[in-house]
């Protein structure tokens, strides 16, 4: 297995983080510093970051109905974190972000290539929002997300789909995964989000009978249904 592979699958982090992990010289094999992301490691093999070994363990997945308030991060000094709801397992981490005052569907992992998979562009994985908003939501202004909007910092933003719920709330599908996505869509067309709500990851949703806070294991096929598409299934994750 990679050296890469085997730390992320361990819970340091995502296949990107370990890398520079790696790159910075913080990773040893058997007492030796490996600069090499894609060095082989055996199974007898010793891998330490910092000093301290990294045992390679069971991959975990859990669906987590994340309550508003609370920070996605594993800690932080200022505020609360989801990790307060969760079990002691070491190594896991969120798959991507909900802001503090959003809730709905996290996946929580110890598995850095699905963390990966899921957060990447390239895997088109959807996101679905429920979003509240202040302001009149025109079918031009729906149009206008469908299209795709630039935002302040250059971003071309394009939503997969709109749909429109109700006066003042609406359906937002997006593949991407940007710093206040959808936040910054909305603005960008006139309206403001005063309420946001993630209730699918791919072919996974937010059980209804589920409360913010709550979390339970996936199963396996479960797992695969993150990388299905509502209009057709795609591939399943590698082990």
């Known amino acids: 297995m990679r050296l890469d592979r085997y730390l992320s699958n361990s819970g340091v982090g995502t296949r990107k983080e370990v890398k520079k992990l790696i790159k910075q010289g913080r990773v040893t094999v058997n007492g030796r ?13 010793a891998v330490a970051l ?7 363990h069971k991959k975990v997945y859990i669906l987590f109905y994340k309550p508003s308030g609370y920070v996605t991060s594993t800690k932080d000094p200022h ?3 989801i990790m307060e709801f969760l079990p002691p397992l070491k190594g896991i981490f969120p798959v991507g972000r909900l802001d503090k005052d959003a809730e709905g569907l ?6 850095g290539d699905f963390a990966h998979r899921v957060i990447s562009p390239k895997w088109s994985v959807e996101k679905e929002y429920i979003v509240k908003v202040e302001g009149e939501v025109t079918e031009d202004k729906i149009e206008k997300l469908k299209n795709g909007v630039t935002l302040r910092d250059g971003f071309f933003a394009k939503a997969k789909r709109v749909e429109k719920l109700s006066n003042d ?3 937002i599908v997006i593949t991407e995964g940007k710093y206040h996505q959808i936040k910054r869509m909305t ?5 403001k989000t005063v ?3 993630r209730t699918r990851i791919g072919g996974l949703v937010l059980p209804d009978d589920m409360k913010p806070g709550e979390y339970r294991f996936l199963s396996e096929e479960e797992v695969k249904k993150v990388f299905e598409r509502e209009d057709q299934k ?6």
């Open 195 to 197: 309420h946001l709500k």
């Open 187 to 191: 603005a960008a067309v006139g309206l």
């Open 106 to 111: 996290l996946i929580i992992t110890n598995d």
């Open 169 to 171: 709330t609406l359906k």
């Open 33 to 45: 510093v490996v600069l090499d992301p894609g060095h082989p490691v055996l199974e007898n093999d």
């Open 234 to 239: 795609e591939d399943t994750p590698r082990s």
């Open 79 to 81: 505020s609360e974190t």
């Open 50 to 56: 910092d000093g301290e070994v990294v045992r390679f």
